[in-house]
């Protein structure tokens, strides 16, 4: 079982739309969760951290279910400018490493 | 707004020579990473470092790779002898704390022929 699981999508939503991403983690011991955001060859940059008791910033919405190991996150009125590749992070207790989901693509078109 | 900064951008090498890769991480984080991303693959973990060391590192950070850090402001990675198969995308991130989030710079293609 991979460590962390996505859906590759791609997901094409026209703007305005409401969208959501899962993403499953395989380590119990998982202790930090993160939603980081790639544009095409560039660095992966933090959308935000995800905190067991949900959190909001704006449009986008994290949640962490600790009994089932998974953590989502919902896009609202999506922009063109959310089009990107979303990755899933986890970080697991005791180790330093960050570990990536292979990433969600979305295409948001007019 | 404090960023890592990585040189170069783009490195082309021929296969068994030695690359170094550059960066400079923020300057009050403590943890400095290397990351790898194959087109079309996700991130991987190479290697931690926090306190001078490697705290530390994944399978395919094997005798090839060294990390260092020369003074106090940057962070390398050298691969001695580049095979194809690495040729990559290399990341550096830095944080100021274990388990937090971690920032990243904007990359070095490196392309090994």
């Known amino acids: 079982r991979k460590e962390v699981e996505q859906d590759p999508g791609p997901f094409n939503v026209p703007e305005g739309a409401t969208v959501a991403f899962n993403c499953t983690y395989s380590?119990?011991?998982?202790?930090?969760f993160f939603w980081y955001r790639q544009d095409c060859r560039k660095e992966p940059k933090l959308l935000m951290s995800v905190y067991s008791s949900g959190n909001e910033d704006g449009r986008f919405t994290a949640q962490l279910n600790r009994a089932s190991q998974y953590i989502s996150l919902l896009i609202r009125d999506s922009k063109l400018s959310d089009s990107a590749t979303y990755l899933c992070?986890?970080?697991?207790?005791?180790?330093?490493?960050?570990?990536f989901g292979t990433g969600t693509r979305l295409q948001v078109f007019p | 707004e404090p960023e890592v900064t990585q040189t170069p951008s783009h490195q082309v090498t021929q296969m068994g020579q030695e690359v170094i890769l550059r960066c400079v991480p923020i300057?009050?984080?403590?943890?400095f990473y290397w990351y790898r991303q194959i087109l079309g693959q996700k991130v991987e973990f190479l290697v931690s470092?926090?306190?001078?060391?490697?705290?530390?590192k994944s399978e395919i950070f094997d005798d090839q790779f060294s990390v260092e850090r020369p003074d106090g402001s940057n962070f390398t990675l050298k691969i001695r002898s580049t095979k194809l198969e690495d040729s990559a995308m290399y990341f550096c991130?830095?944080?100021?704390?274990?388990?937090?989030?971690?920032?990243f710079g904007q990359g070095t293609r490196l392309t090994v022929v």
């Open positions: 380590n119990s011991a998982s202790q930090s």
């Open positions: 300057s009050n984080h403590l943890y």
């Open positions: 470092f926090y306190n001078n060391e490697i705290s530390e």
């Open positions: 992070v986890v970080n697991v207790y005791r180790t330093d490493k960050l570990i």
């Open positions: 991130a830095s944080n100021g704390r274990m388990n937090t989030e971690a920032f």
